[in-house]
Nanobody, 129 residues
Framework: QVQLVESGGGLVQAGGSLRLSCAASGRTFSSYAMGWFRQAPGQDREFVAAIIWSGSSTYYTDSVKGRFTISRDNAKHTVTLQMNSLKPEDTAVYYC??????????????????????WGQGTQVTVSS
């Protein structure tokens, strides 16, 4: 069982930055792929970014490439999403997710929410124009 707790959300003006963190419990953190998803009001949850168990590969949705960076610290059981140049369309609840890493380099695997068994409660990010 893994418990995930997100932090770092808030209100920021367009062009600003936020840093989201996710702290994970459990002994097998380094075996999990970690992902960030988001859900805006009235919309489906969508993939944002993912990082494989070792941290050596990362994946991003096109709309955040070059602006967001995902990283992890397996010793501290944390994953971070650095968000720069934020836009109003980035406004959403952001969720941290963990799942056994069976992707073997298949980027599409990490983009599917069904491959993540554990989810945090979410943290609100609001970007004002």
């Amino acid at each position: 069982q893994v418990q995930l707790v997100e932090s770092g959300g808030g209100l920021v003006q367009a062009g600003g930055s936020l840093r989201l963190s996710c702290a994970a419990s459990g002994r097998t953190f380094s075996s999990y792929a970690m992902g960030w998803f988001r859900q805006a009001p009235g919309q489906d949850r969508e993939f944002v970014a993912a990082i494989i168990w070792s941290g050596s590969s990362t994946y991003y949705t096109d709309s955040v490439k070059g602006r967001f960076t995902i990283s992890r610290d397996n010793a501290k059981h944390t994953v971070t999403l650095q968000m720069n140049s934020l836009k109003p369309e980035d406004t959403a609840v952001y969720y941290c997710a963990a799942g056994w890493d069976r992707g073997q380099g298949d980027g599409s695997y990490y983009r599917r929410s069904s491959n993540y068994a554990y989810w945090g409660q979410g943290t609100q990010v609001t970007v004002s124009s």
